[in-house]
């Protein structure tokens, strides 16, 4: 991979084309770093070029994703601990239920309630932490597909399917074969800030890039739609599980 030095600051990069792509663009995100993007059959500027014309956004990318990685806490699974779902807090609440075969996870009278058929484990059990991962995912299957369908009736869109990961970086996004990537944490965030993203990705349906045609189609479908970038600018690095 190739390092740039960026006034005293070494960068490492890399170079990709999209056949999305419309024009050229930097990327930077924690799980692939900072990337030159082209569009099929463009490779000017030279990337060294771009990147030096563009340190300072360069610089402050990196920067905001330090700082977010730093303020990032590690979940423990202790009796007590907040866990959000859309939008509303619950405490998780461990119990020991030895008539079930495995780990059930439920919300109950404001609590998140895992029933262990063993004694209350460790805070930092993995088998807590998966059983919560898949309750979110179920919920996140049972509620983004549904919830994309009635938006993109909405607004007209239509798109193949809805497809639940768990991504370190990315809410939400659109593929070239219109399907669209959700992220099973959005079930944390409140009902607006999640129908955000969902039109965010709709909208990526006519309009491949961030160009201002896009914006302007995201406000015409979600009016609010600063308040909830702001809001996951803010608040997405503790949506973890």
Known sequence: MPVIDLDGLPVSYRVRTSKRAKRISLRYSMSAGLEVVYPAGFRQPDPESLLRERSAWVRKAIARFREANANRRLREYRAGEVFLFRGVSYRLKLECAPSLKRIKVSLADGHLVVASPEATPPAADAGIRAAIESFYRAQAQRYLPQR????????????????????????????????????LRLMMAPDGAIDYVITHELCHLRELNHNPAFWALVETCCPEFRQWKAWFKQHGPSLIL
């Open 148 to 183: 994309a369908e009635d938006l993109a009736r909405r607004h007209g869109f239509k798109f193949e399917r809805v497809r639940i990961k768990n991504q370190k970086t990315r809410w939400g996004s659109c593929s070239a074969k219109r399907n669209i990537n959700l992220n």
